[in-house]
């Protein structure tokens, strides 16, 4: 036992070193593009040390209150039923419904092989009276080769009762995780962005490690509990039935051991919840840094990335060292004193056989009925420790489960894909739910017509995105609304809200899969005539350039900033959208590259009906809206068209592109130093020359 927890020890010593040499390989990786891009899901994986057996050190579960203590919570040990523990556990239980039947059969199965195993001490027993008697004698006057047949055949059932059960249980076990994970997975897709990206590392803890013990709990140690039941009840009743005093004597040693693992239990659970926390710590350290893997090779900081993962696998160390030195000591004492106990009934029971009470052959059956409880018991220890943890997961899983997400998805007025109408803003306070008290929109107010372009400008940092966020639901505004042909989008159900809405985000994002299928993401039913169309809409010309054409598979990052974008247009008018969302489309490319973007901006403008909010900080992108608005202290402090604001001489527009277009002057300025004062005089008065004459070449430009 003790050998085992040492071992134990050793192994958490183990994956912790493997998971900081995995690290280090990520680092040392040759390109950082495709490692970070592709394997990135797979090294988190690996780092977390998973296997399909629950890990000790690294599950555990977060306590959280009861809302009503269900009837089991009387029957579960105190810690259990405090931490949520009995709701969880008729959940976890209700998840084995859909399996009653192999998990019924499965435990048929089981109570045959256990009846095999718990024959053998009484069948070795008999044959050692047998074969140590003067006239050895069979029951029914059964030949020795008889009864060796019928032993090799009860064996062989046992046997194959074992395998059946392992195999049902396994695959019960398994299809109830994949189960909970598709559930888990389309409950986190469906929560609001923060919920997420506050918590990406917990929600992908959840979905493989929790769903994982959760599945282990319901099958594999629900199977080893029975089992352990079976063990020690039925060996128990044996040892009675041979000798009443053996028994007794050997029963003295259980209440200290079963104190000793109520104690061992608590404390575990408290490491466990410790290794958690830790663990998702670790997970947050290299997701952040796995997803940011070319800044952290650009910056050469492989080695200070590592001492910071290395500093939580520490963490992780010590508990798992305290967990093992814990175990090590409970396995260790109660392994010893359950030898003590084996030898105090091989002295007593040595006597009786000398005095005739009891055969040589009773003796070595209560010796291995003994074993066999002990081992019962010592199973039903860790059968306690690993439901404990089961409960804990499934907290952890079911809180993301019951979760009502603040935007509910499905609920609400569906609105029709060809629904036109005028979009308004109305006094509109927001502030984000992680920075309570900074508001970043202050009684915003803007009404857009049908078909109608808006460009916002703004400082950066301005809430001009939030807007966006605001449009796409993924926030909702503290006070005011957001109404859309009159109705407050609040009603809408938020599917079909954000089916009428096209996105064109400031970095967009590709998935791994063909050129065709990212321009029909989200969109299955479209043919491939309308992703091509969409394509040459969006000027995404360089598509026909390649090799495999539409059907090139591309990854998250394998096409070019301009590419992405020209794609993520020609995403968005494939949806044919009634409101079309573009958002600093232009902001990082060259001059070519941002005419063809443009050029396609252009293209949805001319579309009568699409009513487009777009963010732009370019003047030829600014220049192409019907109407812009400048976003000070998030209200708008200025509107009108492009002449009208690049014309105004003191408006807040030109003051704002000034300071964008004087990067040349700032440069100047820095070879020149000069009083700050009068650098600012000069930098304003030739700003604006300058806006003038980029304005005036923008507005020939674009009109
Ligand atoms: N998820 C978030 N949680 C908390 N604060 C946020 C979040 N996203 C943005 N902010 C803050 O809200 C403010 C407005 O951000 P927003 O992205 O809307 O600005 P922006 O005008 O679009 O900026 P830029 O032009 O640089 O893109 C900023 O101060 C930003 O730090």
């Excluded at 690996?46 to 690294?58: F, I, V």
């Excluded at 080769?145 to 009860?154: E, F, G, T």
Aim: charged letters at 20%; hydrophobic letters at 40%.
């Amino acid at each position: 036992m003790l050998g085992l927890h040492i071992f134990s020890t050793s192994r958490a010593v183990e994956l912790s070193h493997c998971r900081q040499v995995l690290f280090r390989a990520a680092w040392s990786s040759q390109n950082a593009a495709r490692f970070g891009g592709r394997h990135s899901g797979l090294l988190q994986r690996q780092l977390r040390g998973y296997s399909t057996q629950p890990q000790p050190t690294e599950m555990a579960e977060k306590a959280r209150p009861l809302p009503r203590p269900s009837i089991l919570s009387r029957f579960l040990p105190k810690t259990l039923a405090d931490s949520g523990g009995a709701s969880s556990f008729g959940k976890i239980m209700a998840l084995a419904k859909p399996e009653k039947k192999p998990l019924l059969i499965a435990v048929g199965l089981l109570l045959v092989s256990s009846a095999v195993s718990m024959s053998i001490p009484l069948t070795v027993g008999k044959l050692i009276d047998f074969f140590s008697s003067a006239n050895p004698q069979f029951p029914l006057d059964l030949s020795l080769w008889q009864v060796s047949s019928v032993l090799v055949v009860m064996f062989t059932a046992g046997a194959l009762a074992n395998t059946g059960r392992a195999l049902l249980m396994r695959m019960a076990g398994q299809r109830i995780v994949a189960r909970l994970r598709e559930r888990t997975y389309a409950a986190a897709l469906e929560q609001e962005v923060e919920y997420v990206e506050k918590g990406e590392g917990d929600v992908l803890s959840r979905l493989s490690v929790d769903t994982s013990i959760v599945g282990e709990s319901v099958t594999q140690n629900l199977s080893d509990g029975l089992r352990a039941v079976v063990m020690s009840s039925v060996g128990l009743g044996a040892m009675f039935y041979i000798s009443p005093q053996l028994t007794m004597l050997m029963l003295l040693i259980v209440p200290p051991v079963s104190l000793g693992a109520v104690f061992y239990g608590r404390y575990l659970k408290k490491l466990a919840n410790q290794t958690q926390e830790a663990v998702g710590e670790m997970t947050k350290v290299a997701t952040e840094s796995l997803g940011a893997l070319r800044t952290v090779q650009a910056y050469n900081a492989h080695q200070q990335e590592q001492e910071k993962f290395h500093e939580r696998i520490t963490g992780i160390l010590s508990l798992a060292r305290k967990e093992a030195v814990a175990s090590a000591i409970f396995f260790g004492s109660s392994g010893w004193s359950g030898n003590l106990t084996l030898l105090g009934l091989l002295g007593y029971g040595g006597t009786l056989v000398s005095q005739g009470q009891i055969s040589i052959g009773d003796l070595t059956s209560l010796l291995f009925y003994t074993v066999y409880v002990g081992n019962g018991l010592s199973l039903l220890t860790s059968f306690f420790s690993s439901i404990m943890r089961g409960v804990g997961a499934g907290t952890r899983i079911f809180e993301l489960l019951d979760r009502t997400p603040a935007v509910p998805p499905h609920t609400g007025v569906t609105v029709s894909p060809d629904r036109l109408g005028v979009l308004k803003f109305e006094n509109i306070k927001f502030e984000y739910p992680s920075r309570k008290g900074v508001d970043i929109l202050k009684n915003f107010n803007l009404e857009i017509g049908v078909g109608e372009s808006v460009a916002i400008v703004g400082k950066s940092g301005g809430g001009k995105s939030s807007i966006h966020s605001l449009l796409l639901r993924y926030y909702d505004p503290v006070e005011g609304k957001i109404t859309f042909d009159g109705q407050d989008i609040r009603e809408f159900s938020v599917d079909s809200w954000r089916s009428i809405i096209g996105v064109v985000p400031q970095d967009p994002v590709l998935f791994t899969g063909t050129i065709a299928s990212n321009i029909a993401y989200g969109n299955d039913s479209a043919t491939r005539e309308q992703i091509e169309k969409a394509a040459r809409e969006a000027n995404c010309e360089f598509v026909w350039g390649m090799p495999q054409g539409f059907d090139t598979p591309i990854g998250r990052l394998s096409l070019s900033g301009g590419q992405r974008q020209r794609l993520a247009i020609a995403r968005a008018l494939l949806k044919k959208p009634a409101l079309l969302a573009l958002d600093e489309a232009t902001s990082s490319l060259d001059a070519t590259s941002e005419h063809r973007v443009n050029d396609a901006i252009d293209k949805i403008l001319r579309k009568r009906h699409t009513t487009c909010l777009f963010v732009a900080h370019r003047l030829s992108t600014i220049a192409r809206a019907e109407r812009i608005v400048v976003l000070e202290d998030g209200r708008i402090v200025e509107t009108g068209t492009y002449h009208h604001l690049v014309t105004r001489p003191d408006s807040r527009f030109r003051a704002l592109m000034a300071a964008q277009l004087n990067a040349a002057t700032v440069e100047k300025v820095a070879y020149d130093p000069q009083p700050e004062e009068e650098q600012e005089q000069d930098t304003e008065s030739e700003s604006d020359t300058e806006t003038t004459e980029s304005t005036s070449e923008h507005v020939t430009r674009a009109r």
